[in-house]
Every structure is written in C-alpha cells, then in structure tokens.
C-alpha cells in the first residue's frame, strides 16, 4: 500500500495550493488531522494557532524567513522547509526571454508598423553568456541554456565552480571578470546590490564589451551606471540593454532607454506578484512528493542555526 | 595516435566553415589531398572538379537536396550528409523567444515610453505547449522546453509518438487536433503549408482556444486566418499573437497587427540569412567530429533512394 500524507493549508488556503497537494500525492485534511502544514496568507505569530504534537513538517510560503527566525515560533521536532529557490526560475525565464528578445532584435519588430527585416539577428546557440553574480537564478539559468550548446562563464562570490559553467571567478578577482565581461556575447547582471556591486557595469567596463553583446541586468539597478549605458548604446559600443531593473526606478517618462532601438525596459516584472503562487505551488507538489517518496525536501530549514 | 582527417572546404571557403573543421578535430587540406569535403558556394553541376577517387565523404551545406538530385552529380563510393535539421535549432530558438516575448508581455514594454506595469504577466513554466507539426523544429524546440517543466502535446502526420512531448495526434484526428488547441496555454504552429492545413487556424479554432492563450507560428503565413486573428486579439479570445509568417506576406505598412498591444510580428526572419553560416559550421564539426569518432554522421543521404 502506498504511504500517504495528510496535509493542512492554511490559515489560507488558495485553490492553487491545495491542488497542488493532491498533484504532489497529498490527501487533504483538518490542521489538527494533518502530518504537514502548507503555511499561506498571515503572520508567523499565528503558527501555534494550527501547530499540534503530531505535525511533522511546514513548509513556508517565502523564501527569506527572517519574521520566522524573529517571532520566535519554530520548534525543535518539526521540520520546516522555506520557499528558497522557488522564485529563481520565474526570473531566469524571464531574463532568458530578454535575451532571446534581444538577440532576434524583437524590440525594434515590437515598435515596427511596417515589414521591415532588422539587421543585427544573432543566435543563443553557439554564443559565451557570462554571468555575473551566479547563485540560484543562474543555476537555473545555466538549466534552460543547456540546450542551446551556449559556454557559460560564471563569477560569483567565493568562485567555487558553478555546475555548467566553464568556469568559475571569485567576484574579487578583477582579471577574471574582466575576462567575462570582455567575452561574452551576453551578460547577465544577476549580483545583490552592495556598495561593491555599485555601478559594476560602468563606461569602463561598456566599453571593453563586445560591440554586439548584450547586457541584460535582471539583479538591482545600481549595478549599472545608466547614463554611461545611455552613451554606449548611442556609440554602439554594445549591442543592446535590456533591463528589469533601472537607475533610478522606476525611470522618468519618456528617458531614452525606453525607445532606444537595441534596449528594452521590463518594469521590475521579472517576478511578478501574478507568478509567485504558481511558484510556490509548484514547490509545494514537489515537496509532498518528496515527503511520500522519503526523499530530502528541498529548502530545509535548520531553526537552531538560523537559517 | 588519433585518427586525423584530411578535409577540403571548396570552392567557397568562408572561415567560419574552416575554423569549425579545425573545432571538430581535422585538418585542412587542398582537393586532391582530402578524404572530406565540405561543399560550399557553387552549384552542384561543379562537383566533379573537386571529386577524386580517394573521396569518403562529402557535407552540403542545404536540408533540401532536390538539386543535387536533379544534377546527377551524386555518385556512389561517397557518402554524402545533407544540411537536414541543422537550421531547425535557428528556427526553434527563434520560436521560444516568441513564446517567452508571449508569456512576458515584451510587445508591450518595447512600445511603452513610460514604467508601466502590464498585467497579464504569465510563465512558460509548468503551462502546456501544443505543437502543430512536430518534426525537426518541434523537436529541438521540445528540447529548449525541457527546463520549463511543460506538458508538450503533440500533432504530426503520422501520430507517431514524438519523444518528450505528453501525446501525440495524427494530423488526420480531428478530436485530436481540437484538444490540444484549446488545452494549449502556447500553441505553435510548425506544419507545412498544404491545401489541408490552409487556414487550419480559423475563426472556430480561435475561438476555442483558451482566452489567455498565445499563437505562435514560424510555418507559413496560410496556416492561420489572417482576418479571423485580428478579430479575436480584438474580441480578447486569445492572448495574443506572434507571426514569423503572415498571409499576405509582407503584411501591408499599417497592418493592425503591427501595433496591436498583443501581437507581435517577426518578419520572416526566424531563419535569417546571417545565421545560415554559423548553424552550417556548427553541423561541419559536429560530423567531423563524429567522422573522426567513427560515430554515424547527421544527415545521411541515399543517393540511390533519392534522399
């Protein structure tokens, strides 16, 4: 006989995740019924609400747990999985679908009214992606350009080697991002924003890029000095921007990188509100699955370590 | 020692041809010394002044091979390997960026000259493809998909089951054809253009579709109802709309579907004239690659079967 799991939604319970459960081989049932809790929709002060002695696993509905670790509610004999990770593959597919935007050059067909071929047309397959700042999203970036036989070339920030990536630099080694910088025919900003990270992407640096490459930032905006982008796409000194994130943000109305021919503004939509239960009910399938099959959950939780 | 590979790429020798014999591990070498020759830039009535009787194998650089046929020049005692499949990649990458250009409401941020956020933000991942015409295109597309955890369902001539894709339909099934429209959250059109698939996308099949749905075709223009399909966008009965191909074609300065909020029209360039050359080479050190391997090559041509 199969092993089955009875699994509680709530405070919340969104028709998403709930499908999601059953999807995952789940049964439905009252909080004080179930094995595992699916935490959505109020504050983590209200977990004693449904915790009981029985349950044994909770997963969390965000990926930063910080007002978990503050309110002081986890306990010892639960586990407790976060959202960690989840949203990582909304954001690479959307940095994907800008990079693909700009290498068919789909800005300028978007703005045509009439049939007109661009020049320019380049090709993913075959190209050198860099990416700077390759944690979660990368890696599920480095995923979704399997395919398409690109070399990967990674920094992050300890420089241990990115699965899939050619090689990796430690963020510290100045030689070494410049050489991604310089190589690749696209770079994928994907860094958090630090006083170090700031304005990484300068007139320097623009300049020493491809004259085809594009540069698309799906990280923070002031990773990239913006008007110094503004020159380098007027001296065609890159190929093209196309950006999630601006500096400022949002841009004022009318600012040349909304119309510029090779440069396309995506208003911090990369992971947007409309995806992030889709998202995490996806995780929740998995980790019920998971849990049935004996298999470690994804994104644990250890609550004496803080993490 | 390795086996080494004498090759000749003749009579037109651009480098990208030449660097990717080197790439796939052989070496280059004039006509009469070759045992391969990567033919290129001339017809194929010019053939015999590079043939030679220490000749093994001949690359040419097209999928279609009716002129080779028609010429004669094709004798036994060679193997011959077509260009087949090679632009497939070219015109499925293509066809992805149109999908995720789709699902991420990129038509609309490239007109837009302030930050506005557009709704209707969707995601490849976890939705459900509906492939019209699976064949080579289909195929590498499903490849590109596999990242994205979709449902593929599948249409071909023949109903045989294409790998990675849920189901597959033969063309002739109406039923068949009809589910996987109005399951389909992208549905690609990559069938032939015949009497039978003549506006096979029509006023009834739009408006079947699911009303959030994407058209996506990079086949021929004929396969959708140019009339029926501004209707819908207008009567919101599809998502929207990206055309590789249009019927007519070129579609006419102003077409309404040029600046529809959902639609996007590419034209004709998923197979651009400037990536012919590099998917060529890519295919040139792939065979050699396999030639010096002792590894079946790609695209095998029976000179006496006709293909």
Do not use: C
Request: proline letters at 8%.
């Amino acid at each position: 006989m199969e092993k089955s799991l009875k699994v509680h939604v709530g405070p919340a319970a969104p028709p998403e995740l709930e499908a999601a459960v059953v999807a995952g081989g789940g049964e439905l049932a009252p909080a004080e019924e179930a094995a595992a809790l699916v935490w959505f929709g109020a504050e983590p002060s209200r977990f004693p609400e449904l915790d009981h002695p029985d349950l044994e696993w909770v997963q969390l509905p965000s990926a930063g747990i910080e007002s978990w670790l503050a309110s002081g509610v986890l306990r010892e004999g639960v586990r407790f999985t976060s959202a960690a990770g989840t949203y990582a593959q909304t954001v690479a597919e959307h940095a994907l679908g800008l990079m693909l935007a700009g290498a068919r050059q789909l800005p300028a067909m978007a703005r045509a009214e009439s049939w007109q071929r661009p020049d320019r047309m380049r090709s993913l397959t075959g190209s050198t992606v860099g990416i700077i700042g390759a944690g979660g999203i990368g890696r599920a970036l480095i995923e979704m350009l399997r395919p398409f036989g690109v070399t990967v070339l990674a920094v992050n920030r300890s420089g241990k080697p990115v699965d899939g990536a050619e090689r990796t630099w430690p963020s510290e080694d100045a030689d070494g991002m410049r050489q991604v910088l310089t190589e690749s025919d696209f770079v994928v900003v994907a860094a958090p924003a630090t006083t170090r990270t700031s304005k990484l992407i300068d007139a320097d640096v623009l300049s020493a890029m491809k004259s085809d490459a594009w540069l698309v930032n799906i990280a923070r905006g002031s990773l990239v000095d913006t008007e110094a982008l503004v020159r380098a796409l007027e001296e065609e000194e890159i190929g093209g921007a196309a950006l999630d994130v601006t500096d400022p943000e949002p841009l004022p109305d009318g600012h040349p990188l909304f119309s510029h021919p090779r440069a396309l503004i995506s208003p911090h939509t990369a992971n947007p509100q409309s995806l992030l239960l889709p998202a995490l009910a996806r995780r929740v399938q998995e980790n019920v699955r998971r849990h049935i099959a004996g298999e470690p959950l994804l994104a644990p939780i250890d609550p004496t370590a803080g993490y």
